[in-house]
């Protein structure tokens, strides 16, 4: 067995490729010794990952990445909407948007969702939709129930599609949840999403919503906004894509 | 081109063997490149593998946006789960899975509570709504609803938090299900939660109840511990914290 003693190893001439072993071989780091890089290519020249020298990774190889992808996030502050523009099309088959911390600067105002196909750009596709509700109140008196809740639904509706409503603005009242849209990029069907929301409702109870429906149209989607149906919000919403 | 044919390089001093220059490109002609520690060029740890396949201290850019497991628990005739480490400002949510909760008491509601940051006791104040859907194992449809359960429900109660209730206690009859909860960093709002637990119910020959709860834990304090166990009696299961990012 030949051993080398160097602390430097190099090609031959500058930006040369350096090559370590011969096909079949196994190239080994020995145990106990780092191996220290900062992109991992493939043979072919694909980069498995980037790392900055700081520990953060880029051009991360979607294998590696899990399947719950998170293509963005939007964090309102007091503001009017907050809309996702870009990222919905036909890489993923599923998009889930959870929320975190959603707070209305109204009290009683609700919290809602619409989108635009290709085609549109004015958040009115139509709608048919069904929710469901189970309340309970803090005091333990009156609202005790879980039951279909006409308010929320719509019938071929072009509005803005309630996620959950009345939400207190208290300063400790807040909701979260998410919506689950399916294809959207779908040309031929129409697009169904549901989803559900545990919030606080503005008159001191606890609510969880469950929301489910359909976008009556075969142009896919590809814009989705969110907003409260009166005033300014804040709220973290983020975009998965999953598949 | 030159070649240099040997088995093993070292370094002639000191314990770092650098290959290439800046701006070259290392290439490993071989089938494989056998490595235990991947670091970046700053020193910055990647992955680790155990030489047996297992990974640890994996890079967050490496394992995505989650589910990413970050506990297991395991109940064998245990009083409780507690999980005391790992629920802080990392995650925006957190999914408890639970599979096979068998009660050692039949009929025992399997629930939890929470400690705010600086508490202790698993008792803090919950308003939470609750209801299932269920159906007869016997009868089929004799006995079946979806329905709201008042007494599964809390107005400002510090009990234990109900998953599901009057669960059998026969070597087939577990539990399973998940538990999100939202923001528990947060010390600014209330902290949302909701579950859905399936369940075999202990009596009249058996029923399916679907266990629909949800609620806040009615307090502003970061939440950072949290206690999974039976009404009464000890249990088995297994519990699973994932943290989603």
Known sequence: MSKVYTDTVTSTEASQDLTLGGSGDNVIVTAGATLKTNTIKDSGGNTIWTSDGSGNLSSVNAALGGNMVLLSTQTASNAASASFISGIDSTYKLYIFKFYDVNPATDDAHFTFQANATDSTSYDETITSATFAAEHTESGEGVAMVAYDTGPDQTQGTAFQVLAKNVGNGGDESGAGELFLFNPSNTTYVKHFYGTMQYYYSSDRSARVFTAGYINTTTAIDDIQFKMSTGNMDAVIKMYGVG | ???????????????????????????????????????????????????????????????????????????????????????????????????????????????????????????????????????????????????????????????????????????????????????????????????????????????????????YINTTSAIDEITFKMSTGNFDGVIQMYGIK
């Open chain 2, 1 to 215: 081109m030159g070649i240099l044919r040997t088995k093993t390089i070292e370094p002639a001093t000191g314990s770092t063997l650098t290959l290439g220059a800046s701006g070259d490109t290392i290439t490993v002609s071989s089938d494989s490149i056998k490595a235990n520690t991947f670091k970046d060029a700053g020193g910055n740890t990647l992955f680790t593998s155990d030489g047996a396949g297992t990974l640890s201290s994996v890079n967050s850019g490496l394992v995505g946006s989650g589910p990413i497991l970050i506990s297991t628990s395991t109940a064998s005739d245990s009083s409780s789960i507690d999980i005391t480490s790992g629920i802080d400002s990392t995650y925006d949510e957190y999914m408890f899975v639970f599979t096979d909760i068998g009660p050692a008491t039949n009929g025992a509601n399997f629930g939890w509570q929470v400690n705010a940051d600086g508490e202790s006791g698993f008792n803090e104040v919950i308003t939470s709504s609750a209801f299932t859907s269920y159906n007869d194992e016997v009868h089929a449809n004799s006995y079946s609803a979806v329905a709201y359960q008042t007494a599964y429900d809390q107005a400002q109660g510090t009990d234990l938090q109900r998953l599901a209730s009057l669960t059998g206690s026969a070597a087939d009859e577990p539990t399973a299900g998940v538990l999100h909860l939202f923001s528990p960093a947060s010390t600014t709002y209330v902290k949302h939660f909701y579950a859905r637990a399936n369940s075999y119910y202990y009596a009249y020959g058996g029923y399916i109840n679907d266990n629909f709860s949800a609620g």
